[in-house]
């Protein structure tokens, strides 16, 4: 099913999890960002359009200024994103440069999607630079973003931008192999969960756990994700982007996660 979804979606969002952005250290992973490119590059040969949602900036940040690492004080955190946010692009940037891919960098808070003058100056960017072959790379403003106007994680943010460009599809990269019936850390009987059609159904039934270590959003926040995209009529695939080139792996086949169906 997930292979169906992307052969048949033109419009795509991708949303990179922290932890699937991170290596083993928790610092960028530039060999993920330049497979990921690649790979993107290949869909865009089939005609298809990419936007990218990035988890990363904190964690770019930290590839800088390791200095501030145990700094907790939100004025650090902000102004670690500041950083962070510079050498995210310019990693994205020379990511996509080899296969001659321009990237076009888009900051959101929760007070942008509530504007409907600022919904639609973001709507029309996002189609401008889809429609001149360029790639948004969308991500929360976390330097300006405070409790009341955070987003929140960037399951989210990934699904409110799918459909404010009125997406197909969106693939959400984790680093879980989709929705288990239980946590698959914990419990050696959770199962994979292939194809979801009744996401209330589903929640009555699956133990939801907390967050994971890097990323803001568990389980419960992919769910609310799904929800909101399939009352649009947009799909979504959960997967494991840890997997070797597990964008390709999924267009074709290979790879496996949920596909939560509109």
């Not at 940037?93 to 076009?104: D, S, Y």
């Not at 990934?158 to 850390?185: E, H, M």
């Amino acid at each position: 099913m997930t292979a169906k979804l992307i052969a048949e979606a033109r419009k795509i969002v991708i949303k990179i999890g922290s932890n699937t952005l991170a290596d083993k250290n928790g610092r960028i992973s530039v060999s993920f960002l330049e497979s990921l490119a690649g790979q993107v590059s290949e869909l865009f040969r089939l005609n298809k359009q990419i936007v990218v949602v990035s988890s990363g900036a904190q964690i770019a940040g930290l590839s800088t200024l390791d200095k501030w690492e145990r700094k907790k004080d939100i004025h650090y955190r902000q102004a670690l994103c500041a950083v962070g946010q510079v050498e995210l692009m310019v990693a994205w940037q020379r990511a996509f440069a080899p296969h001659g891919l321009h990237i076009g960098q888009i900051l959101l808070t929760q007070d942008d999607f509530g504007d409907d003058i600022r919904s639609l100056n973001m709507r029309n960017t996002i189609f401008t630079l889809v429609d001149e072959g360029i790639i948004p790379i969308i991500n929360e403003n976390d330097t300006v973003g405070v409790e009341e106007i955070k987003i929140g994680d960037n399951d989210t943010l990934a699904a409110q931008s799918a459909i404010l460009w009125s997406a197909n599809l969106l693939i959400l990269f984790s680093d879980i192999n989709g929705l288990y019936t239980k946590n698959p850390k914990d419990y050696g009987d959770a199962e994979l969960i292939p194809e979801v059609k009744d996401i209330a159904s589903v929640r009555a039934d699956i133990s939801i756990g907390g967050a994971n270590s890097f990323g803001a959003g568990g389980i419960a926040t992919k769910l609310d994700a799904a929800q909101l995209c399939v009352s649009y009529g947009i799909s979504m695939i959960l997967a494991n982007g840890g997997f070797p080139r597990a964008l390709a792996a999924l267009a074709d086949g290979t790879l496996h996660g949920t596909a939560f169906l509109a």
